[in-house]
């Protein structure tokens, strides 16, 4: 018999009490992660840190990546230290998030910053003013086959995107809307999240919805300018609860006695069996926000997932 890869879902750890948006890259046989840390709503995020694991389930501290104590209070990227994702381009290592400065009553902007390092030190590239696309959060990078990269964020009620010079932290294009959320459904509420990927020339741009709880949903497109086409599968894994839908005044559909809170805000990376794996914010009942992972996978253009899962999985490794 082969080698095999077992987990269970949530990933708990002594690392860190929890975890939001989780995002993991790996660098040298090494996972890396990062994501947004307590506290979420309220009281001051203490930046951005990094950890790593040699097995996806035993994580350390790897390094403060940006550490609030350390920025100037007039800095516009002060506060919060939103869905941090960290992007591999070029032997550099790029790092983005969401920020604010609540003291001066600003609203959201995006950062990027580089390192040659995934460790750091980083250097601030959009230290004077948040990345120049207006109002938004939860930037997500995708450089193409040929290079040029694109930035894909929030903007609420729909995701936008632009081609981003990585250099000068500047737009190259005008944001362009990608996908927009649709009053009444799953979707309503705000849509967020986007994580883009590229497989066999397809564009599949990821985004969550948390109407109904938190769930995943996905568009595919032939450029990262669309026209996108949302997933006939949709929402392709997530957890509904019965408050947030009375909340929206949407129909419950979902298991009353399911084990999990909510799951969303993913991510993709290459998993131990050299297949995709998503990395998403899970939450049991009662306990604090926490990842998860799993294997994710596209047949005939359909994007397919086990997600969420929360019993003890094993999957078969490739031989040696």
């Not at 001051?44 to 097995?55: E, H, I, R």
């Not at 389930?57 to 990227?77: H, M, N, S, T």
């Not at 604010?100 to 004077?128: H, S």
């Not at 009942?285 to 359909?302: A, F, L, N, S, V």
Request: proline content about 8%.
């Amino acid at each position: 018999m082969g080698s095999t890869f077992t987990y269970k879902n949530p990933i708990y750890t002594d690392a860190f009490d929890s975890i939001r948006d989780a995002q993991i890259t790996v660098v040298g046989g090494v996972y890396y992660l990062t994501g947004s840390l307590p506290p979420y709503w309220e009281g001051a995020s203490p930046g951005v840190k990094l950890f790593q694991s040699a097995d996806l389930k035993q994580w350390e501290f790897a390094a403060d990546l940006i550490r609030r104590d350390d920025v100037p209070g007039a800095a516009w990227y002060k506060d919060r230290f939103w869905a941090p994702e960290i992007h591999h381009r070029g032997g550099r290592f790029y790092l983005t998030f969401g920020a604010k400065n609540e003291a001066k009553g600003t609203d959201f902007g995006m950062a990027i910053l580089v390192a040659n390092e995934i460790a750091g030190p980083y250097r601030m590239l959009t230290e004077e003013a948040p990345l120049a696309v207006g109002r938004g959060i939860d930037l997500s990078l995708m450089t193409d086959d040929d290079g040029k990269t694109y930035g894909f964020w929030t903007s609420g009620e729909w995701l936008q995107v632009a081609e981003l010079d990585l250099d000068r932290a500047a737009p190259l294009t005008g944001p362009a809307r990608c996908v927009t959320m649709v009053p009444g459904t799953w979707e309503d509420r705000v849509i967020e999240g986007p994580y883009c990927i590229k497989r066999d020339g397809v564009y599949y741009l990821f985004y969550s919805c948390g109407a109904r709880g938190y769930e995943v949903g996905y568009a595919t497109a032939p450029s990262p300018f669309g026209p996108w086409t949302k997933g006939a599968n949709n929402p392709l894994f997530g957890v509904q609860n019965q408050e947030a839908c009375d909340k929206m005044g949407i129909a419950f559909t979902g298991d009353p006695d399911h084990p999990l809170f909510f799951a969303g805000h993913n991510s993709i990376f290459p998993g131990p069996d050299g297949r995709d794996w998503t990395s998403y914010l899970v939450q049991e009942k009662g306990k604090p926000e926490q990842m998860g992972i799993d294997p994710i996978w596209i047949e005939d253009g359909t994007v397919k997932t086990t997600a969420p899962t929360w019993s003890r999985q094993t999957v078969p490794l490739p031989g040696e």
